[in-house]
């Protein structure tokens, strides 16, 4: 049986105890609270115990687990990732199990992969949901046996990794769609740590956004600061590309704001995105300072309307855009402009950087 641990807060909040500190800003945020998690994903560093980290993209995982792997006996050894996604089936398996000289076109010469790189360290399977079938079932063995033979290669070759796998698909669902083999799921689901989005633990925003200020304050030579007018606009921001998006806005504000602008340039990054729906409370809680008409309120509750709608068809039929503009009965060129306008992020912004604002609105111009 799983055992599922929800992480419902920081995630720095496991590594400060075991007294490792991590570059991302990580020793700004503790809370007695999260004791319990704190001891349970100590526990889990101390073992060999494959781990399965969920969560949107850019929430944080693959920072969970190079602290899983710091915090472990491992740590003096390798953390080696891989992006189940970026490569296609043939290029994947030789990245992970290696190939011998001439076992396809192009192989000139041996080539071990991350699976004897990552020996006694860690490897982090990053868009597990992606792999391959067949590819799944090489995975497994490996899991099970500890051992694997490399493209084009019979030689039995052992290995002693730590795998981590983190996705962000709904891996119940390609399980049930045949997508994803059951035994593999159960296989790597042996720790669960779901981390929720951005939005979900909005009280880390501040603390997020001045961490990231010093940063890029430093990096650029810049001296820019938010006022706490500003800071509210960031905590209530929905964060489709959760953390990465918010490091990105920062970086952008520190790069083109001014003390005079920096007010404008955070309207600039942030207004473009979707916002959560209006309801009467966030209404309420408007700032009396900001002028805001019905007219833009209406408009706001109306996208975000069509926001919801238009990521459920796409998620319905796998981000197919023809059959979604199809199903919604607009143009193609259309749904492209509504999943731009509405901030959605795409299946392909998850598998790397989310773009910034300002070049999703160049999409929309062209
Ligand atoms: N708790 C955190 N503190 C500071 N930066 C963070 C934190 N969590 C994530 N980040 C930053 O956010 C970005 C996305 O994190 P990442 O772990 O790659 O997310 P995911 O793997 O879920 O897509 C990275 O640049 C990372 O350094
Ligand atoms: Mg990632």
Redesign the pocket.
């Known amino acids: 049986m799983a055992l599922s641990v929800h992480l419902r807060s920081?995630?720095?909040e496991f590594i400060i105890p075991r007294g490792l500190y991590m570059s991302?800003?990580?020793g700004l945020?503790s809370s007695a609270k999260m004791q319990p998690i704190r001891e349970l994903i100590g526990k889990v560093a101390a073992t060999n115990t494959t781990v399965l980290l969920r969560?949107?993209?850019?929430?944080?995982?693959?920072?969970?687990a190079r602290a899983i792997h710091k915090a472990s006996p491992r740590a003096h050894r390798q953390f080696l990732k891989v992006n189940c996604a970026a490569l296609p089936g043939e290029l994947l398996e030789s990245e992970l199990f290696g190939h011998e000289k001439g076992a396809f076109t192009g192989a000139y010469r041996q080539k071990p992969g991350k699976f004897e790189a990552a020996d006694q360290g860690t490897l982090l399977l990053?868009e597990i949901g992606e792999m391959p079938q067949r590819l799944q079932a090489k995975l497994l063995h490996v899991l099970q046996d500890g051992e694997f033979s490399r493209v084009g290669g019979e030689k039995i070759i052992g290995t002693d990794v730590r795998l981590i796998a983190?996705t962000?698909r709904d891996l119940e669902t390609a399980m049930r769609a045949h997508q994803f083999r059951e035994d593999l799921y159960y296989r790597l689901n042996v720790i669960e740590i779901r981390?929720p989005p951005l939005r979900e633990r909005r009280e880390?925003i501040p603390v997020?956004v001045d961490?990231f200020l010093t940063r890029f304050n430093s990096q650029y030579g810049r001296k820019i600061e938010i006022p706490a007018d500003s800071m509210r606009v960031f905590v209530e921001y929905h964060w489709p590309g959760?953390?990465?998006e918010l490091?990105n806005a920062v970086k952008r504000v520190v790069v083109l704001g001014t003390h005079r602008t920096v007010h404008q340039e955070i309207a600039a990054t942030l207004g473009r995105g979707p916002r959560p729906a209006v309801t009467t409370a966030s209404v309420t809680t408007i700032n009396p300072d900001q002028m805001i008409s019905l007219k833009d309120i209406a408009r706001q509750a109306a996208r975000d309307a069509e926001r919801v709608a238009i990521k459920e068809v796409l998620d319905r039929v796998h981000w197919n855009r023809a059959k979604a503009a199809r199903l919604l009965q607009i143009s193609y060129k259309a749904l492209l402009y509504k999943i731009v306008q509405c901030g959605l992020v795409t299946p392909e912004e998850k598998q790397g950087v989310v773009p910034e604002p300002a070049s999703r609105n160049e999409v929309v111009a062209s």
Not at 55 to 64: A, D, Y
């Open positions: 920081y995630v720095c991302e800003g990580l945020c969560g949107e993209s850019g929430v944080g995982k693959e920072v969970v990053d983190s962000n981390i880390e997020l961490h959760n953390i990465r490091e």
